[in-house]
Every structure is written in C-alpha cells, then in structure tokens.
C-alpha cells in the first residue's frame, strides 16, 4: 500500500511539471503543441547525451557512450555515495544542463507557427516530435537508442529501501516550484498578455507586441519546464531509453490531464493530474489482476488506452472547460472598480 | 523488387491514405490523426482472413473497403458530428481525432493478442511478402497497386466530375453555405467523404504489409509521411494529395536509396527525417502546399521582372 502512494505521489510530480508546461503553452497562449514530448526527450538527452559525456570527458573513460556511461555509473556512485554534496550538485546540474536544452529546442521548434495556421503547425510541430523520436530511437550514438544509457544514481547516498521515498519528495518540490513559476508568470501582465494572444492575435499585434516574440518566449520557456520531467524522470529510472518517451505518455496524456482539468486554469490542471495519475497508477499495478478478473484474452495495456481514449473524447464532448473553469482575470485595478460599483 | 518498384509501390499507398486525409479535411475541416490507424484496421481485416479463411489478402481488397468505409462512417457520426454540432474548435476535433487513434490502436491491439490466442500464431507482427508473385517479369503488388489507385481516382473523378451528385460534392466542398442555400444537403458531402476516407484507407493498409512489416503501432509511424504527403501537396486541394503522395514517397524511398550510395547504409533508417525536412522546406517556401500557390502569378513575376 505504502508503496503504491509513493508511486502515485512520483509520478504526480513528473505529470504536474509536464501539464503545467502545457498549460502555459496551450491553456494560456492558445498554442497547439502537438510536440510536448519532444520537449520531455530533451531532458532525456541532456541527462544520457550531455551530462553523461561531460562526465566520460572528466574521468577520461574511453569507449562509446553505452560501454563507458555503464564504467562511469559505478565510478560516480561511489563518489556520491560517500559525499552527498557531490549528488546534489550533479543534480542541479542535470537540471540546468535540462532547462537550458529544453530552452533552445522550444524556441526553435516553435519557428514554423511564424507562417502556418493553428491546423498546420500542430501536425507540424508533432511530426518534428515525432522523427525526433524515431532518430533518438535508431541512432544508438545520441542515447543510445534501443538499449539506452545508464546514468549516475544522484541518490546514491541514501539508504536503497528508502531511495524512492526521496526522488518522490525531490520530485513533488521540483513540481511544486514549477507550480510557483508558472502561477506568477500567468498571473503577471504577461500571463495576461498570453491570454490576449490566444483570443486574438490582431488585437496584440495592434497593441504593438509582437506575437511571434511572445510565442518564442513562451514556447522556451514551456519547453524549458517540461525538459525538467524528463531529466528527473531518467535520474530516477538511472538509465535513459528513447521508447519510455512516447507521444502518448508525454503528449497526449498531458492534454489529457490539462482538458480534464481546465485549460487555463493552474489549480484545475494540478487536480486534472492528480485524478488522472491515480487512475493510471492503479491500472498498472493492478493489470494482471484486471486481466484474470475480467477474462482478457489480451494485455490490460490495450485496455489502459482504449479507456483513456474514451475519457478524453467524453470531456471533450460533454466538458470542454473541465474539472474547474478558468477565472476571470482581478487585477488590483480591477478589484477596486469592482469595490466602488458595489458600494 | 527493385528500388524504383518499390518506391511507386509505396508512393501510391501513400496516395491512397493522404487523398482520404485530404477528402475529410476538405469537408469537416480536420486533419484526422488516425488515418494510419484506419490503414492498420486493413491490414487486420486481411490477416484475419488469410489466417481463418486462407483467402488471399489481394482478394481481401472488397472486403476492406466495405469495412474500412463503415469505420470511416462510424467515426464521423458517432465521434466527431456531435463535437461539430457543440461548435468545437478546430484544436478541440484535432485532440478528438488524437483520443480516436489511441482508441483505435487498444481496439487493433487487445484483437491482435486475442487474434494470437484463437488461430496459435502471432499476430503482433506480420508481413505479406511470401505470399507476392510475379507477373510479366514485375511483382504483383506493383501490378496491384497501380491497379487500385487507377481504379480509386478514376471512380473519383468520374463520380465527381460526371455527375449531379458529383456537381452537388465539389460544390459543398468550394463553399458549404452557398451550397447549402441552393437545396444541397452538405451533410452527404461528409458522410461520402468519411466513408470514402475509411475504405481507401483500409485498402492501402491490405497491400501495405507486401512492402513492411505491421505491428499494432505501424499507424504512429505512417502517419507522419501521410500528413507530409497531405501538406506537401496542400491540405485543401485532391489533386495535391496525389502529387504530395508520389513526392513525399519518392523521396522517402529512392532518394533515401541513393542518398545511401554516398552517406552509408545507416541512413537507410532516417527516411522519415527526409520527409520531414521535404514537408518543413515546402512549408517555408509554400505554406499552403505546392497545389495552394498561384503559380500563374508567380510565372507573371518572373516573366516581367526580366
């Protein structure tokens, strides 16, 4: 039992980074990224590509990536093992090393919405996740594609049994920051200024802004959070693999939680989350149990989607503003209107 | 099979499947993300009969296209006429297509594995190719092939271009409200499409599995050069899905081929980056496709500016 709240809380914290990125791109600034776990690899390449040659170049490990990252794992352990500082920085440094990959990536990616309609620019940015995707997998000399790297236990310091317990609360603080940035971000005039953008862009453009600046912006910064979840989640499995970053677990599932939520809406997305990740955390470790119970003559996999296929048509169809509605927006300004008509 | 065979061979399965993502984009206005799902459905339907009927998969092609069309059918009244009639947004059908696809590969997948358990072989992975022959020196699939999209867009055509029904499609798909005013029912328009979108579609998914291998997942990796070839052509015009077809096909195949001549074998496995980078120079070139330029225009330029 205690295991599974553990599981749950974890996955919480890599789906709240990821949903909350979304919404900042899709519930506030009206962009349709159809790429988001473009962004989520990034942060899977930053940790197997980047931080693990950083690493072989330090200790001077020769060899290709796969050899030399597995060499390089029990050589930092015992590093980190001994001294925990030495963990911490490595992970702050995954991190940095993350945000800034995930930065530059969004903010090139998002180049084609320059020309294209909302229509062509989603099945573009998906098809540029998508072959990203399928590179990563193949080429075995970025991460090691199909057999994937193994990277350095961050946590090596702590105790094996209770090594769970603590990425789950490094997580849910990392999440809870992202939480942070991104409600202050929404809640300033620029947030605000999204908002505009996704109701008309004309309107923003005549207000002298320019919509393609704020759409980089946007998109880095989007991007930039969302890389987060994808390197803590490789620390946390200790081993990058191209196929764990699937368009349906880190884009479509992520819409999913943003619309069963509520776009726009910061605290809805996080409940979104939150009832969605208890859902599929169930059915994954109960799956063999769902199977003999019902009789499947198939995996419980299948199910898992169809099911969630099925939920995400329904709240589009019968609850487009989801769980909670976006609020209107009360500026300090706009209190004190209010204030005087009331009184 | 030759390179060259095997490039029109893949060039006219592309045809097939992005002339039906054009045909409901132009009457619903949405890029349907399950178009390689609907070809993955084909390839199921003509495996189940080869396996419990030992019927040959080319004579499978009028069952597909029955049951391809009803799906395509299904999806558009059961899914995405009543998110039309709640005036969602074009974002909002986009995501419901997405949801569809992840539907549709549970559905393809728990039958696969049930498929495995009734006949005791697998049915997560399979290929059509021992059961190609030749004909007059080519392969039949090229033969089979050509035949089926000669048939598909003469059908097409002739039902467009020579008939009251045909005047009535093109009619709604120029202008919906305009045809609506003059006593057309736009709502046969999209039925038409939906089924035509499902059976071409289902029946490219029949002869797919001659050239590659299907697994329940093989629409995720399709759909990519499907909306390439849909885009490359332009989203808005039929014509443009059978140019953007043999442009995006050709150059995943032959060009990829002889890009390996130079570069190495390992480029082999990055046609579909070649489809990428062909689909992103078009769209910077020509946002609206090769069939949305006014090409006339841009002659006129050139022709005065000399």
């Known amino acids: 039992m205690e295991e599974v709240i553990v599981t749950i809380a974890l996955w919480f914290g890599f789906y709240t980074i990821v949903s909350l990125s979304l919404n900042l791109e899709y519930g506030f600034a009206g962009i349709p990224n159809f790429g988001r776990a473009l962004a989520v690899l990034m942060g899977g390449v930053a940790v197997g590509g980047i931080f693990n040659r950083i690493l072989i170049y330090a200790f001077g490990v020769s060899g290709d990536i796969i050899t030399a990252s597995a060499q390089i794992r029990s050589m930092t352990n015992d590093l980190i093992a001994s001294n925990p500082v030495y963990g911490v920085g490595l992970l702050l440094l995954c991190l940095a090393l993350a945000a800034i990959l995930g930065a530059v990536t969004g903010a090139l990616f998002i180049l084609p919405s320059a020309k294209l309609s909302e229509d062509y620019l989603a099945i573009t940015l998906l098809a540029i996740s998508e072959v990203a995707f399928m590179v990563c997998n193949y080429n075995t000399a970025i991460i090691g594609g199909y057999y994937g790297v193994s990277t350095p236990d961050v946590l090596a310091f702590v105790p094996g049994e209770e090594r769970m317990v603590a990425f789950t609360v490094v997580t849910l603080l990392i999440a809870f920051l992202v939480y942070v940035i991104v409600r202050r971000l929404t809640n300033s005039p620029f947030g605000r200024l999204l908002r505009a953008m996704r109701e008309n862009e004309s309107v923003v453009e005549a207000t002298g802004k320019s919509v393609m600046v704020l759409r980089i912006k946007t998109a880095a910064i989007g991007s930039a959070l969302a890389s987060l979840a994808g390197a803590l989640y490789s620390l946390y499995s200790v081993n990058v693999i191209a196929t764990s970053f699937s368009r349906v677990e880190w884009t479509f599932y992520p819409f999913l939680m943003l619309l069963l939520g509520g776009a726009g809406n910061n605290r809805g997305v996080v409940v979104g989350t939150f009832t969605f990740v208890i859902v599929k955390i169930l059915l994954t470790i109960y799956k063999h149990e769902i199977r003999t119970f019902l009789h499947l003559p198939f995996e419980a996999v299948w199910l898992e989607y169809i099911l969630f296929g099925l939920l995400m048509y329904f709240v589009l169809l019968y609850r487009p503003e989801g769980l909670i509605k976006e609020r209107p927006i009360f500026t300090a300004p706009i209190k004190k209107v209010v204030a005087k008509i009331r009184a | ?306």
Request: aromatic share 12%; hydrophobic share 55%; net charge positive.
């Open chain 2, 1 to 306: 099979m030759s390179v060259i065979e095997g490039a029109i061979v893949y060039s006219n399965l592309l045809v097939l499947l992005s002339v039906g993502l054009t045909l409901t984009y132009i009457t619903t206005a949405v890029p349907n993300f399950a178009q390689g799902s609907f070809a993955v459905f084909g390839s199921y339907i003509s495996l189940t009969l080869l396996r419990l009927y030992n019927l040959h998969p080319y004579y499978s092609l009028p069952f597909t296209f029955v049951l391809g069309g009803l799906l395509g059918l299904t999806v558009y009244l059961l899914m995405l006429r009543p998110l039309i009639k709640r005036e969602a947004s074009v974002v909002i059908l986009m995501i419901s297509t997405l949801a569809l696809d992840l539907i549709l590969l549970g559905i393809i997948g728990s039958y696969s594995d049930s498929l495995a358990q009734f006949t005791h072989k697998s049915a997560s992975r399979f290929i059509f190719t021992p059961y190609d022959f030749n004909l007059a020196g080519l392969s039949a699939i090229l033969l089979v092939s050509s035949l089926v999209i000669f048939l598909s867009l003469f059908g097409l055509f002739l039902l467009l271009y020579k008939t009251r029904f045909g005047v009535a499609l093109r009619a709604s798909m120029e202008n919906p409200d305009l045809a609506e005013v003059m006593g057309v029912n736009v709502e046969y328009t999209r039925l038409f499409s939906w089924f035509l979108s499902g059976a071409l579609a289902a029946m490219a998914g029949t002869l797919l599995p001659f050239r590659q291998e299907i697994v329940p997942s093989t629409g995720a990796i399709i759909i990519v050069s499907i909306f390439a070839a849909s885009i490359v052509g332009g989203l808005a015009n039929i014509n443009g899905a059978l140019l953007g077809g043999y442009i995006i096909g050709f150059s995943e195949s032959f060009l990829t081929y002889n890009l390996s001549a130079i570069l190495g074998t390992g480029i082999l496995l990055y046609s579909k980056v070649i489809s990428l980078v062909v689909l992103v120079i078009v769209l910077i070139l020509a946002p609206r496709g090769i069939t949305g330029v006014n090409w006339r225009r841009v002659l006129w330029k050139k022709s005065s500016s000399q």
